[in-house]
C-alpha cells in the first residue's frame, strides 16, 4: 500500500476516531441488551436460484465524489425495501462518504430489513457501537487488517451475533478470508488505488468460493446485464450504491434489479 493512498487516511482517520471512542467500549456492550437480537444477514442474502439485492446508502464517495449530497437515509432506505431489497448497507464514515452513525440509527428506525455498519473497522468499540445501533453485520476488509486483528475481530462479530462480511479485492486476500473462518465472502471489484472496477474480477474469483460460502460481489454494478454476468458466476448477492443512488426514482431503480435478479435460471444450479 503506498503511503499517500486513499485507503491509509480513511485507516488513519479511523484510528483518531477510534481513539476518541475507545472510552466508550463498556457503554456500547451494555447498550446491545436493550437491542433486538440481530436479523440473519447472511441468511438474507442467500438463495439458491435469486441473486439478492445488498442495497447501498451512500451520499458521497472517494471515487466519485458528490453522488446524492443531503440524502434522507430513511426515505432511501425505505425505497430500497419497497423496491425488494434483500438487505442494506449503510455508510457510516462521515468524513468521505458523508455517512454516520446518524444514518445508521435512523435506517434502523426505518425499515426492518438486515444492515451492516459499512465503516472501515478497525477495533472493537466499532464493533460493540454497530451493534449497540442495531447492526445486523459489520464490514472486514482484509487488506487494512493484520491476520490476528482479522480473527479477533471477526470472532467478536460472531460472538454478538452479528454476521461478518470479509472482503478481499485479490486472489491472496481472498484466501486470508477464507482462512479466517469467513463464511460471508465479499469481492471488491474497484482497485482502491486506481478507483478502476472490474466486474471481471468478482466472475474470475468465483469458482474459489466454497459452496457454503456466500459470495457478495461489490463495486461497480449497475445494469440487468451486469446482474446476468454475476448470476451465471454463481454469486449470491450483489451490493449497489452509487447506480441506484444517482437515480431520481431509487425504488423503481431498485426493483428493476431485483426483478431482474430473480429470472427464471438466474444461477448456475
Ligand atoms: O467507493 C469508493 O470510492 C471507495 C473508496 C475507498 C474505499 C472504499 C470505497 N468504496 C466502498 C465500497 O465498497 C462501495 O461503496 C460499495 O462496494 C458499493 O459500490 P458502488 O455500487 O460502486 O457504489
Given at each position: 500500500m503506498s503511503s499517500t493512498s486513499i485507503l491509509d487516511r480513511i485507516v488513519a482517520t479511523k484510528r483518531d476516531e477510534v481513539k476518541a471512542a475507545s472510552g466508550r467500549l463498556a457503554e456500547y456492550r451494555d447498550m446491545t441488551r436493550q437491542v433486538p437480537a440481530p436479523r440473519g444477514f447472511a441468511a438474507a442474502l442467500t438463495h439458491p436460484s435469486h441473486v439478492r439485492l445488498l442495497a447501498e446508502v451512500k451520499?458521497?464517495?472517494?471515487?466519485?465524489?458528490?453522488?446524492?449530497?443531503?440524502?434522507?437515509p430513511a426515505a432511501i432506505a425505505r425505497d430500497y425495501a419497497a423496491g425488494g431489497a434483500a438487505a442494506l448497507s449503510v455508510l457510516t464514515?462521515?468524513?468521505?462518504?458523508?455517512?454516520g452513525m446518524d444514518a445508521l440509527h435512523a435506517v434502523r428506525a426505518a425499515v426492518d430489513l438486515p444492515l451492516i455498519r459499512k465503516d472501515f473497522v478497525i477495533h472493537p468499540v466499532q464493533v460493540w457501537e454497530a451493534r449497540a445501533a442495531g447492526a445486523d453485520a459489520v464490514l472486514l476488509i482484509v487488506r487494512i487488517l493484520d491476520p490476528s486483528q482479522l480473527a479477533e475481530l471477526h470472532a467478536l462479530i460472531r460472538e454478538t451475533g452479528m454476521d461478518a462480511l470479509v472482503e478481499a479485492h485479490t486472489e491472496a486476500e481472498l484466501e486470508v478470508a477464507l482462512a479466517a473462518g469467513a463464511t460471508l465472502v465479499g469481492v471488491n471489484?474497484?482497485?482502491?488505488?486506481?478507483f478502476a472496477t472490474d466486474l471481471e474480477l468478482s466472475i474470475r474469483l468465483?469458482?474459489?468460493?466454497?459452496?457454503?460460502v456466500t459470495y457478495v460481489a461489490e463495486s461497480g454494478i449497475r445494469t440487468a446485464a451486469d446482474v446476468d454476468r454475476l448470476g451465471a458466476a454463481g454469486v449470491n448477492a450483489i451490493l449497489v450504491g452509487e447506480s441506484l443512488m444517482r437515480q431520481p426514482d431509487v425504488r423503481a431503480a431498485a426493483a428493476a434489479l431485483v426483478e431482474r435478479s430473480r429470472a427464471p435460471g438466474m444461477r448456475p444450479a
Open positions: 451520499r458521497r464517495s472517494p471515487s466519485a465524489g458528490d453522488i446524492r449530497p443531503g440524502a434522507d464514515d462521515r468524513d468521505y462518504f458523508g455517512g471489484n474497484r482497485d482502491l488505488d486506481t468465483a469458482p474459489r468460493l466454497p459452496e457454503s
